[in-house]
């Protein structure tokens, strides 16, 4: 038996060790861990005889054990080796699952099931469309153009022919582009109360009601974007602008035919003589403006079209219904007026001009060049690929083929071209200008298409849409203010003129029907000649026509007064200003200059008979 005392050796520190284990906190290098040993309450645990036990030894009674010097008690030391730590493999890292899930992006980006708010928002929108057109037309300024005066001074003597049996002063019906039984005497009537302001605000509610149903049946062809799009790029057209402040025909005849239009695409799903509402409005809006009738045929296909979603081919018998019912009503209408002088003289045998092919296709890229451009990649785009990218619902999902697609844009982005080939055959370029905005309205729509595909989905290129239309208010805005200073302010010329009106005195004036508009009830067209024509009747009673006729008329001192500007005829003008100095007959008492706003200037020149 070995007496000795064990010495003790310290244990290294096991870090990764449970201090709850029932061994403690140590252990040996070699892996060995000791029994339990005396604890934490100084008792030791004694075995038999009373010997300590440890490790199966035994250990003298007499040995003083402390278990705070000796925790453990060995026989004989054990060697210590250096820790060795066992670099277990990491494990690889799964990617971490995001906190939040991006849903797939649908090909559509909205949804057009009818909510109120959406329905509200796009009315506001149009309503701010709306303030802008009316904006864009009433900065307009300038006295009476001579078409005005001569609608409204026509007007003025219906009405009193009517009142008071006063003799009409000619045959209207035989030279005007429309009834003058109609607008002339509707716009007549508001001047007589509000004045010319008043006659060219009948204008300006015609067109913002036309806007208002383009909207309204673009929306119901396709979907409110396209509407709104179609609304904002006809509100700022040269020619919308102009019409919107011009008391002439058009204005109303345009109402007329988005009426026509809008009628015609509201009822494709009910019966098929609700069609007919249409026929009675087109037959107003041609004996309008004879030219309307060049529409019809427009509007008879769209009938066509838009009951093809419900019917099938049978909504070839609308069409033809409508057709029919269009016939017999313009038919009954030329039976009981006279007016087929009317159209013969100013639409289907108007005389032909001088202006060339080229020139006037030039004018029309130039006044509607832009959207129409815009309706024909609307109208390739749309045949393309039905679906209009805003809602999974929009009707191009499901609706009919590439066919039926192909002809709606050829049917309303075509009929933008009928204005420029009816004036390309006849060679002129008078009213061009107002005739494009009758095919602008039907291209309007397909415009509309264009502009909101270039967008595209979810708003992707909004700087596109932006661009075209801001484009259009630019040239509007600039053509716009150029063509209502074509014609000089006649204020000055008035004054002038007034106090040498007599009842029986002869004139002559280039644009003769502005002072008889201003002057009413102190002179009448009968007194009037135009230097657009003459018909001088010599002592002979031998008429003569054209230049001959005004070297009569003047060396015979047949006018009293004579007034030219050199603006609508300046070959005229020059003509008859030579045979005025070789006359002898008349003393220029002054020239009155004006400045055109679009740039130019001039004079008016006006003579009085001193022998």
Not at 200 to 210: E, I
């Amino acid at each position: 038996m070995n007496s000795r005392p064990e010495h003790y050796t310290p244990r290294p520190y096991d870090p990764y060790s449970d201090d709850d284990n029932a061994a403690g906190g140590w252990f040996n290098s070699d892996g060995y861990v000791p029994r339990q040993q005396p604890g934490h309450d100084g008792q030791g645990v004694h075995g038999h005889q009373g010997h300590d036990v440890h490790q199966g030894h035994d250990v003298p009674e007499s040995y003083d054990y402390d278990p705070r010097v000796y925790p453990y008690q060995q026989l004989d030391d054990q060697p210590t080796f250096a820790l060795r730590t066992v670099a277990e493999p990491e494990p690889e890292l799964e990617p971490a699952e995001p906190g939040y899930h991006i849903p797939e992006t649908p090909d559509a980006g909205w949804d057009d099931t009818p909510s109120r708010r959406r329905a509200w928002v796009s009315r506001g929108v149009l309503g701010i469309l709306l303030i802008i057109q009316t904006l864009l037309s009433l900065r307009l300024s300038n006295t009476a153009f001579q078409d005005e005066a001569l609608y409204l001074a026509a007007g003025h003597n219906i009405l009193e022919h009517w009142a008071s049996g006063t003799p009409l002063h000619s045959g209207y019906e035989s030279y005007f582009s429309g009834s003058p039984m109609l607008y002339p005497v509707a716009a007549a009537f508001v001047d007589g109360w509000f004045g010319l302001s008043g006659a060219r605000a009948l204008s300006l509610l015609c067109m913002l009601g036309a806007t208002v149903l383009l909207y309204s049946f673009t929306r119901r062809l396709f979907n409110e974007r396209v509407a709104l799009v179609a609304a904002a790029l006809f509100a700022v057209t040269q020619p919308t602008i102009v019409l919107g402040w011009f008391a002439t025909y058009d204005a109303p005849a345009i109402f007329l035919l988005a009426l026509s239009a809008w009628i015609i695409v509201r009822t494709n799903r009910a019966p098929v003589f609700a069609v007919l509402l249409a026929a009675p409005v087109m037959v107003l809006a041609v004996a309008v403006k004879y030219a309307s009738a060049l529409y019809v045929p427009t509007l008879i296909v769209l009938a066509a079209l838009t009951a093809w979603h419900h019917r099938g081919w049978r909504c070839v018998p609308r069409a033809l219904l409508l057709g029919v019912g269009t016939a017999a009503l313009a038919g009954i209408g030329l039976m009981y007026t006279d007016v087929l002088a009317g159209v013969r003289q100013t639409t289907t045998n108007r005389a032909h001009g001088t202006d060339t092919a080229s020139a006037l296709l030039e004018k029309s890229a130039q006044w509607g060049g832009l959207m129409f451009a815009t309706a024909v990649a609307g109208s390739v785009a749309y045949a393309l690929r039905g679906r209009m990218n805003e809602s999974p619902r929009s009707y191009g999902l499901n609706g009919p083929g590439w066919r039926w697609r192909a002809l709606l844009g050829v049917t309303l982005a075509g009929t933008a071209l009928l204005a420029p080939a009816y004036q390309i055959h006849l060679h002129t370029a008078v009213s061009l200008y107002k005739h494009l905005d009758f095919g602008l309205l039907f291209a309007a729509p397909m415009a509309g298409v264009g502009v909101i595909r270039l967008v595209g989905k979810h708003f992707r290129y909004p700087q596109l849409g932006i661009m075209i239309w801001v484009s259009a208010l630019c040239l509007g805005v600039s053509q716009s203010e150029w063509r209502y200073g074509q014609w000089p302010d006649s204020t000055s010329l008035v004054k002038a003129i007034e106090p040498y009106m007599k009842p029986k005195s002869h004139y002559l004036g280039e644009t003769n029907e502005v002072p008889v508009y201003y002057l009413r009830g102190k002179t009448d067209p009968s007194q009037w000649t135009s230097t657009y024509g003459i018909g001088y009747s010599d002592k002979k009673s031998v008429v003569h026509h054209g230049n001959e006729g005004y070297r009569l008329a003047i060396r015979n001192g047949y006018f009293d007064l004579i007034v030219l500007d050199g603006i609508s005829t300046p070959k005229r003008d020059a003509y008859i200003q030579r045979q005025v100095t070789k006359s002898g007959h008349y003393r220029l008492i002054g020239k009155i200059p004006f400045r055109l706003s679009s740039g130019g200037t001039g004079a008016y020149r006006v003579w009085v008979k001193t022998a």
